[in-house]
């Protein structure tokens, strides 16, 4: 199915700022040359530009690319600049990412239980 990503085994996101003009030759070329990951995986790969507003995802579907475009209108995505890598992310923190969140949630405390006597 086009752009189907429940069976991707891994989530990638591009830490940083990527240049939205390439297409998909440029971002697969991009995941082989600076992030040594293989565009024909099974993986899905997230990248943002400057504005935080769009990200692209590049997936291979086993005949052919899917790339695909989203753009919010209000707010912005929350996307890690601080490296220049490709981070690996679980279903939960891609979840995050999509409804406006950082992928950097903070750890929660265990409830105290209370004894009632």
């Given at each position: 199915?086009?752009?189907?990503?429940?069976?991707?085994?891994?989530?990638?996101?591009?830490?940083?700022?990527?240049?939205?003009?390439?297409?998909?030759?440029?971002?697969?070329?991009?995941?082989?040359?600076?992030?040594?990951?293989?565009?024909?995986?099974?993986?899905?790969?997230?990248?943002?530009?400057?504005?935080c507003d769009r990200i692209k995802a590049l997936l291979w579907e086993g005949?052919?690319?899917?790339?695909?475009?989203?753009?919010?209108?209000?707010?912005?995505?929350?996307?890690?600049?601080?490296?220049?890598?490709?981070?690996?992310l679980s279903w939960q923190e891609f979840r995050w990412l999509t409804e406006?969140?950082?992928?950097?949630?903070?750890?929660?405390?265990?409830?105290?239980?209370?004894?009632?006597?």
């Amino acid at each position: 199915m086009l752009g189907d990503i429940s069976g991707v085994e891994h989530i990638y996101l591009a830490c940083g700022y990527t240049d939205l003009r390439l297409g998909i030759d440029g971002l697969a070329q991009l995941v082989q040359q600076q992030f040594s990951l293989d565009p024909f995986s099974n993986s899905l790969f997230l990248f943002c530009g400057r504005r935080c507003d769009r990200i692209k995802a590049l997936l291979w579907e086993g005949d052919g690319f899917v790339l695909l475009y989203k753009r919010i209108e209000n707010g912005g995505f929350q996307w890690p600049r601080t490296a220049q890598e490709m981070r690996n992310l679980s279903w939960q923190e891609f979840r995050w990412l999509t409804e406006g969140l950082s992928v950097d949630q903070p750890k929660a405390n265990k409830p105290v239980s209370r004894c009632v006597l």
